[in-house]
């Protein structure tokens, strides 16, 4: 499981960083080609190309004990 501590990217083609900080939070590049949505909850991205951007989010892996 992965707890998700920064949900953001950087578009390459305008070079803007983008970040998603809730869950309804749905954020575009000024130049439109990548986005993210899902705050902490879910990474989502939408892109015509993974290659369009660079991936910055942090997450963490949440270590199960029980
Ligand atoms: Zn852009």
Redesign the pocket.
């Known amino acids: 499981m992965e707890k998700i501590l920064k949900n953001c990217i950087q578009?390459k083609?305008?070079g803007?960083v983008i970040e998603s900080k809730s869950v309804y939070d749905f954020k575009a590049?000024?130049?439109?080609?990548?986005s993210v949505d899902g705050g902490l909850e879910y990474l989502r991205r939408v892109a015509d190309d993974k290659k369009s951007y660079v991936e910055l989010s942090i997450t963490e892996e949440i270590i199960d004990t029980k």
């Open positions: 578009c083609v305008c803007e590049c000024s130049c439109g080609t990548c």
